[in-house]
């Protein structure tokens, strides 16, 4: 399938805000996800945002949605460093009655003392 | 409820083998689905299935494939292994009625040698 774009890395100072932007590409996708990768590990769910929504706002995480660009973010305020890690954005592929994930390639986030 | 496992762990095969990987969904899911995560292609839809039946299927070769059994734990199959197939795989679950959340497994962790 198309590509769905992600910066691939971002450094910032513990206790600034942090902000992963992706560009999708399905347009019919209901959802869109954000998931986070440690090393080692599986994927775990942050977030997702319905495709009806602007912005969806879960404790220290904020997501935006604008659907006519194709542009989804994720806003990780007071950053903290066990917030390290890959972070995933993934729309919502459906055919056969089925859905896949499409992700992007990764944003590797890196939170200095 | 507890999450998706995934077994074994990791697993380390030789070329020309085939491997089997397992996967149980959390409680009350049909939905399994499974990926590849590489360093170079990143995370790939390898296959869906729901209720016994493969819904859909990534662009992967014949020498890819899976099954559900009636308890809607899954299993991949990877014959004739090849060095490329060194990968990170992931099952995900779901509950299968509609396009909603999916959750991961921690991963098998294959080395092909």
């Known amino acids: 399938g198309e590509d769905v774009e992600q910066s691939l890395f971002l450094s910032v100072r513990e206790g600034d805000s942090s902000v992963i932007n992706c560009t999708y590409t399905?347009?019919?996708?209901?959802?869109l996800y954000w998931y986070k990768q440690e090393p080692g590990a599986g994927l775990q769910l942050l977030t997702y945002i319905f495709s009806n929504m602007d912005m969806k706002q879960d404790q220290r995480l904020t997501v935006l949605l604008n659907k006519k660009d194709k542009h989804l973010s994720l806003r990780i305020a007071d950053t903290q460093t066990g917030d390290s890690a890959i972070y995933f954005c993934?729309?919502?592929?459906?055919?056969?009655?089925?859905?896949?994930?499409?992700f992007g390639k990764g944003t590797s986030l890196l939170v200095t003392p | 409820k507890a999450g998706v496992t995934q077994t074994p762990r990791y697993l380390i095969k030789t070329r020309g083998q085939q491997v089997t990987l397992s996967c149980s969904p959390i409680s009350g899911h049909r939905s399994v689905s499974w990926y590849q995560q590489t360093p170079g292609q990143g995370l790939q839809f390898l296959f869906e299935y729901f209720s016994e039946t493969q819904r859909n299927k990534g662009n992967f070769p014949g020498r890819f494939s899976g099954r559900q059994f009636s308890n809607s734990r899954s299993e991949m199959n990877v014959s004739t292994l090849e060095l490329g197939d060194s990968a990170l795989y992931l099952c995900?679950?779901?509950?299968?009625?509609?396009?909603?959340?999916?959750?991961f497994g921690p991963g098998t962790r294959l080395l092909v040698l």
């Open positions: 399905d347009s019919s996708s209901t959802y």
């Open positions: 993934a729309e919502t592929i459906s055919w056969n009655s089925g859905y896949a994930l499409n």
């Open positions: 995900a679950s779901r509950s299968g009625v509609a396009e909603e959340t999916q959750y």
